[in-house]
């Protein structure tokens, strides 16, 4: 399972960081990802990153302003958001695949296991 926090309302140009807890013991075997939905759109990759950490890979939209990173002994995976925009206004959702590799998936269909989803408004 996977509990996803740290949603709120945040004015453009603030920060928030969601963190998503898994309850496996076996989550280091799993790449783990952020994606967002917003009203009327599909849901689209956000920011992924392997097992181990080693890898990241982030939308175009979101660089450099965006840093996911987990934390194994923690189980839990987290994405900081900076210099928000009304735009990135959606519900986040972080998802799990298991894999051994650095690969990491950025299509909503490769991924085994969602959380809930939290909201995340930014004000203009």
């Known amino acids: 399972q996977l509990q996803a926090s740290g949603g709120g309302l945040v004015q453009a140009g603030g920060s928030l960081r969601l963190s998503c807890a898994a309850s496996?013991?076996?989550?280091?075997?799993?790449?783990m990802g952020w994606f967002r939905q917003a009203p009327g759109k599909e849901r689209e990759f956000v920011a992924g990153?392997?097992?181990?950490?080693?890898?990241?890979n982030s939308a175009d939209s979101v660089k450099g302003r965006f840093t996911i990173s987990r934390d194994n002994a923690k189980n839990t995976v987290y994405l900081q958001m900076n210099s928000l925009k009304p735009e990135d206004t959606a519900v986040y959702y972080c998802?799990?695949?298991?894999?051994?590799?650095?690969?990491?998936?950025?299509?909503?269909?490769?991924?085994?296991?969602w959380g809930q989803g939290t909201l995340v408004t930014v004000s203009s």
């Open positions: 998802a799990a695949k298991r894999s051994p590799t650095p690969r990491i998936p950025t299509r909503p269909n490769q991924y085994d296991y």
């Open positions: 990153l392997s097992w181990s950490g080693g890898s990241t």
């Open positions: 496996a013991r076996t989550f280091s075997w799993y790449a």
